[in-house]
């Protein structure tokens, strides 16, 4: 028994998704046989749809903030072949219409190509190519209120039929996750990259120094390497531009001696003779998540 004070009820997984796709359709990490999705189902009374609705659309455009994506948003209305009253797709389209009036976003709509249970909201990103990716999903359903016969207390005491929503904001991870290896063709910001900076000692007699360096660094949570092979310089940070590492920080002599460190940014830029201090600000500065600062009001989830 739920009384309408416990709603909206906000269910949260990370689903794994297969589909038998086509082998002639498969494509890297962008369309695949199984993946993952970041899903939410959201029980709420009818009332409430809009402004759960518009939460979800305040999380979306926080996280797209967050990694540098702009999108575009689709409306998907009624097919032909649907379930559901009238009343219901009525509500729940519009629904959608005010949550997106009320954040100001434009938006295309897509006449009959909503789920067969309910309307929806396409999320769909903008890479650095201007390629679009279909991401983030809100969806009304109808079917499973009345599958599961969901019922709660509402304030006059009788039993209603709660509506439910299906989201998802980043969607399908794996191809999220290939989105966004396209969006910065590999050359991540600091706070992204699986390896945020790589020690490169010039000689043997320095490996004493460059071990202490990598070692502070990895304390205080960042993601270094060190390259102690006996390789050129030259050939050590020709591959750490191919794998477009932020920082190649270049050891030698000097540095050890004056306990300083050359690092070398990926697009070429050197700081010589840094502190390594400094160095270490400069790396917790940049390695910081970024504000979503595109919504200033605070995301209701």
Known sequence: MRSYRELPLRYFELGTVLRHERSGVLHGLTRVRQFTQDDAHIICMPEQV??????????????????????EVELSTRPEKSIG???EWELATNALIGALKAKGLPYRICAGEGAF?????????????KRRWQCATIQCDFTLPERFDLTYVGPDGQRHRPAMLHRVI??????????LIEHYAGAFPLWLAPVQAVILPITDRVHTYAREVAELLMAEGLRVEADFRPETLRYKIREAQLQKI??????????????????????GTELKGLKLEAF????????????????P?????
């Open 297 to 301: 009001q605070s995301a209701r989830r």
């Open 117 to 129: 249970y309910g309307p929806k909201i396409d999320v769909k990103l903008t890479d650095a190519l």
């Open 246 to 267: 932020p920082y190649m920080v270049v050891v030698g002599d000097r540095e050890a001696e004056t306990r300083t460190l050359s690092p070398r940014r990926r697009d």
């Open 170 to 179: 980043l969607g399908s991870l794996e191809r999220f996750l290939g989105v």
């Open 85 to 87: 009253t009238d009343a």
């Open 50 to 71: 809009e402004s759960e609705i518009l939460g979800v659309l305040d999380l979306v455009d926080e996280v797209m903030a967050i990694f540098g994506f702009d999108y």
């Open 280 to 295: 270490l600000a400069r790396l917790k500065e940049e390695s910081q998540i970024p504000s979503p600062t595109r919504n």
